[in-house]
């Protein structure tokens, strides 16, 4: 079955220190990936699409095929950085699929 | 302009009883999905709407569950006989264009309909 791992569901750092959320993928087939976020008391949105390869609020992401990963990564954290992310995929069809989502809390 | 809209926002209901969750999607947009997200989660997909026509239903988890967009806009899920497995966040996100290739377009997420079956 097509999986989107989220390996971490909680991730913890300091204001200004490095970030890396992970995120592998199954389904070869579809090149498009994609980094949904979700704020307190806030709908689920998109942060950023492989396609678009932009930077988005400081936040990057590569596509690497050979490690089937779309890590997202930002260099200095911001505690308003604090929100729930989600990983997902198009397989092709209709169907998109989410990983399970990692909270990220930036401590002051 | 608004977003997408969603109805009830919280409801509570027997086990057993049957349940209709609405969604007003972006005015002018083709695709429409429904994800269901149970707690620690990511959204499910549940099914998917091309203006009316239902082109995907592979993610609904039993015939208790039925979704219908009889008009290309606003769309209803409708859950029989509800059981305590349904407790979720059930989401609708609403897309521009249709999602007929391997590149899809960014979706519009609704705020969600909390159910709770007791």
């Known amino acids: 079955a097509q999986r989107v791992t989220q390996p971490e569901k909680l991730l913890s750092v300091f204001k200004g220190a490095p970030v890396e959320l992970k995120c592998n993928y199954s389904y070869s087939g579809s090149p498009e990936l994609f980094w949904y976020v979700q704020y307190s008391r806030q709908r689920l949105q998109l942060l950023l699409r492989h396609i678009s390869r932009e930077s988005i609020k400081g936040f990057t992401a590569d596509l690497n095929k050979g490690e089937t990963s779309f890590h997202l990564k930002k260099p200095f954290a911001q505690e308003e950085d604090s929100a729930m992310y989600y990983c997902a995929q198009p397989t092709g069809g209709f169907k998109t699929i989410f990983g399970a989502g990692t909270r990220l809390f930036v401590k002051a | 302009g608004a977003g997408v809209s969603q109805s009830p926002r919280y409801k509570v209901a027997k086990r057993g009883q049957d349940v209709a969750l609405r969604c007003d999607p972006i005015s002018g947009h083709v695709s429409l999905f429904w994800y269901q997200q149970a707690l620690g989660q990511g959204p499910e997909f549940l099914t998917y709407f091309q203006n009316e026509a239902q082109l995907d239903k592979s993610g609904l988890p039993s015939d208790r569950f039925f979704a219908e967009r009889p008009e290309g806009s606003v769309s209803t899920l409708k859950i029989q006989r509800t059981q305590q497995e349904d407790s979720a966040v059930y989401l609708c996100?609403?897309?521009?264009?249709?999602?007929?290739?391997?590149?899809?377009?960014?979706?519009?997420f609704g705020p969600g309909t909390r159910l709770t079956v007791t």
């Open positions: 996100a609403s897309s521009l264009v249709g999602t007929q290739s391997t590149f899809s377009y960014e979706q519009y």
